[in-house]
């Protein structure tokens, strides 16, 4: 993996330990950075998953945001259509974590309206830090009882998930630094509202062809928002990207 941008002071592989220190987030402060891969005609899903999507560079970055992370925010739509596992971190990372005052798990945060999800999801009954699920005053009873065994399930709001609130709720159980990996519609609710501070995004170099949703869907801001880049990661023909919101 190689650096092209900013100019690299030389052309060899980025390590791991390099990598790592790139993508620190600024703790000083909540940020929400979030994570996707696109092919080059902007699909992000092939087959109707983002597995097709993502090389073993993008891999590699993959696991270091979640080695950053204090809460890994994810939609609905997502766990369910991607069957997310429950969110482990191999020994090296948990205690790279410990040794950085970080717990040795991020707390997994998962967004959903109709709280339509298993408790028995690996995600929610795997966890070894009790998830949350953030929904709204209206969401059924019954499904908020059944995960409540699971999670803590928090209301942001009255009839719809306020990403504000609960980006709010993060912040005050002390985990600032917020790591979402989609999908589609949970990016597009917190670029309405802009809430985003950091997007990684991998161009995966194919092309899926019409069909596919874009990274994000939903609601549309009043104005598109401007972002900078952070750097650029050149490995197996990906663009491996960081960019920051120009605020
Ligand atoms: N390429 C990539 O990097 C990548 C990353 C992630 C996902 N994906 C792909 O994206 C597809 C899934 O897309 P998606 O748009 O359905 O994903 P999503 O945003 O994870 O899920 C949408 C669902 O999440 C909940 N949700 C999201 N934002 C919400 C909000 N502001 N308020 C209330 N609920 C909210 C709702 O759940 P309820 O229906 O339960 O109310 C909504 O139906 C899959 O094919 C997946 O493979 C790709």
């Given at each position: 993996?190689?650096?092209?941008?900013?100019?690299?002071?030389?052309?060899?592989?980025?390590?791991?330990?390099?990598?790592?220190?790139?993508?620190?987030?600024?703790?000083?402060?909540?940020?929400?950075?979030?994570?996707?891969?696109?092919?080059?005609?902007?699909?992000?899903?092939?087959?109707?998953?983002?597995?097709?999507?993502?090389?073993?560079?993008?891999?590699?970055?993959?696991?270091?945001?979640?080695?950053?992370?204090?809460?890994?925010?994810?939609?609905?739509?997502?766990?369910?259509?991607?069957?997310?596992?429950?969110?482990?971190?191999?020994?090296?990372?948990?205690?790279?974590?410990?040794?950085?005052?970080?717990?040795?798990?991020?707390?997994?945060?998962?967004?959903?309206?109709?709280?339509?999800?298993?408790?028995?999801?690996?995600?929610?009954?795997?966890?070894?830090v009790r998830p949350i699920v953030f929904t709204?005053?209206?969401?059924?009873?019954?499904?908020?009882?059944?995960?409540?065994?699971?999670?803590?399930?928090?209301?942001?709001?009255?009839?719809?998930?306020?990403?504000?609130?609960?980006?709010?709720?993060?912040?005050?159980?002390?985990?600032?630094?917020?790591?979402?990996?989609?999908?589609?519609?949970?990016?597009?609710?917190?670029?309405?509202?802009?809430?985003?501070?950091?997007?990684?995004?991998?161009?995966?170099?194919?092309?899926?062809?019409?069909?596919?949703?874009?990274?994000?869907?939903?609601?549309?801001?009043?104005?598109?928002?401007?972002?900078?880049?952070?750097?650029?990661?050149?490995?197996?023909?990906?663009?491996?990207?960081?960019?920051?919101?120009?605020?």
């Amino acid at each position: 993996m190689r650096l092209i941008f900013p100019a690299p002071a030389s052309a060899d592989d980025l390590d791991d330990d390099a990598l790592v220190a790139r993508y620190a987030p600024d703790r000083s402060r909540q940020t929400v950075r979030v994570n996707f891969a696109a092919s080059l005609d902007g699909a992000v899903e092939v087959g109707g998953f983002s597995e097709p999507l993502s090389g073993p560079a993008d891999k590699r970055v993959f696991k270091i945001l979640r080695q950053h992370c204090d809460a890994l925010l994810v939609g609905a739509g997502t766990v369910r259509n991607e069957g997310y596992h429950a969110v482990t971190l191999d020994p090296a990372r948990r205690a790279w974590r410990e040794a950085h005052g970080l717990a040795p798990y991020p707390v997994p945060a998962i967004v959903s309206a109709s709280l339509a999800l298993d408790p028995r999801a690996d995600i929610l009954a795997r966890a070894p830090v009790r998830p949350i699920v953030f929904t709204h005053d209206g969401a059924p009873a019954d499904r908020r009882a059944a995960l409540a065994d699971v999670a803590d399930v928090v209301s942001c709001g009255v009839a719809t998930v306020d990403l504000g609130v609960a980006l709010a709720q993060l912040r005050s159980r002390g985990l600032p630094h917020v790591l979402s990996e989609g999908g589609p519609h949970l990016f597009g609710g917190l670029v309405a509202a802009d809430l985003v501070d950091e997007l990684c995004l991998t161009y995966s170099p194919q092309l899926a062809g019409a069909g596919a949703e874009r990274i994000v869907a939903g609601p549309v801001p009043a104005a598109p928002l401007g972002m900078r880049l952070v750097h650029a990661l050149f490995a197996e023909d990906s663009l491996i990207t960081m960019y920051a919101r120009a605020r």
